[in-house]
């Protein structure tokens, strides 16, 4: 599976944005996809997560109620809709792919990854 993150950008504070994953390659329908986050000196965290029929999502308490992942099988892209964002969450914002179920929020459990795109939020 190769994954292409889109849509990252400079926004305000309480601004929006959505961020796009298109994967091609093999079967899209069957993997569990997933956002997380690096900021500058800091470890790849955990933002969301979604089983592989969209049934199931699963949120970093930090984006909780702000954020929401979804997918469109059909388009193989999965999506990080960003609200009421806050400064703390500028990084570079990764989508990644796994087959098995479980363990959403280990990056080491992910076998594909996207390229990342960053997400500056100014005051």
């Known amino acids: 599976v190769q994954l292409q993150a889109s849509g990252g950008g400079l926004v305000q504070a309480g601004g929006s944005l959505r961020l796009a994953c298109a994967a091609s390659g093999r079967t899209f329908s069957g993997y569990a996809m997933a956002w997380f986050r690096q900021a500058p000196g800091r470890e790849r965290d955990f933002v969301a997560a979604i089983t592989w029929s969209g049934g199931n999502t699963y949120y970093a308490d930090s984006v909780r109620g702000r954020f929401t992942i979804s997918r469109d099988n059909s388009k193989n892209t999965v999506y990080l809709q960003m609200n009421s964002l806050k400064l703390e969450d500028t990084a570079v914002y990764y989508c990644?792919?796994?087959?098995?179920?479980?363990?959403?929020?280990?990056?080491?459990?992910?076998?594909?990854w996207g390229q990342g795109t960053l997400v500056t939020v100014s005051s």
């Open positions: 990644a792919a796994k087959i098995f179920m479980g363990d959403y929020g280990r990056p080491s459990k992910y076998s594909y």
